[in-house]
């Protein structure tokens, strides 16, 4: 399927006071990528009961050599829409607006944190 074809996230079972986030990583466990250099984005779970990895979405990133494709944005958008937050290690000013526009919160004050760990965090924060 070409990732341009792409308009809504499979759907997650969530538990009580479960919330998705999505994170920008390499795949190393860790929150290290720029939100326009992200290929995919890894989606978690998190609630009362802790942090669950649930998928993988993949998109096109973003960034294209200084500048930003605002169709690829907007279906990256689309295919985050179900998550409350990402975790990025960077986002520009522009991609911030935007995904706030749309209800994420971009959290990029956890770089190159453990992805558990840091979603733990932010979750205990936001909830206290």
């Known amino acids: 399927m070409?990732?341009?074809?792409?308009?809504?996230?499979?759907p997650v079972a969530l538990?009580?006071?479960?919330r998705l986030v999505a994170v920008?990583?390499?795949?190393?466990?860790?929150?290290?990528?720029?939100?326009g250099h992200a290929d995919s984005f890894s989606v978690y779970a998190?609630?009362?009961?802790?942090?669950?990895?649930?998928a993988v979405r993949e998109v096109e990133h973003y960034c294209q050599g200084g500048y930003g494709d605002e169709d690829k944005r907007e279906i990256i958008l689309r295919a985050l829409a179900d998550c409350c937050a990402l975790f990025?290690?960077?986002v520009g000013e522009g991609p911030r607006a935007r995904l706030e526009k749309a209800g994420?919160?971009?959290?990029?004050?956890?770089?190159?944190?453990?992805?558990?760990?840091?979603?733990?965090?932010?979750?205990?924060?936001?909830?206290?």
């Open 2 to 10: 070409p990732h341009s074809s792409v308009t809504q996230p499979e």
């Open 15 to 18: 538990g009580a006071d479960e």
């Open 24 to 35: 920008a990583t390499t795949g190393n466990g860790r929150i290290d990528q720029h939100f």
């Open 46 to 54: 998190v609630g009362p009961e802790g942090v669950r990895f649930v």
């Open 88 to 90: 990025v290690a960077r």
């Open 104 to 128: 994420i919160e971009p959290v990029d004050d956890y770089p190159f944190g453990s992805i558990e760990e840091s979603i733990s965090d932010w979750y205990r924060r936001a909830k206290g």
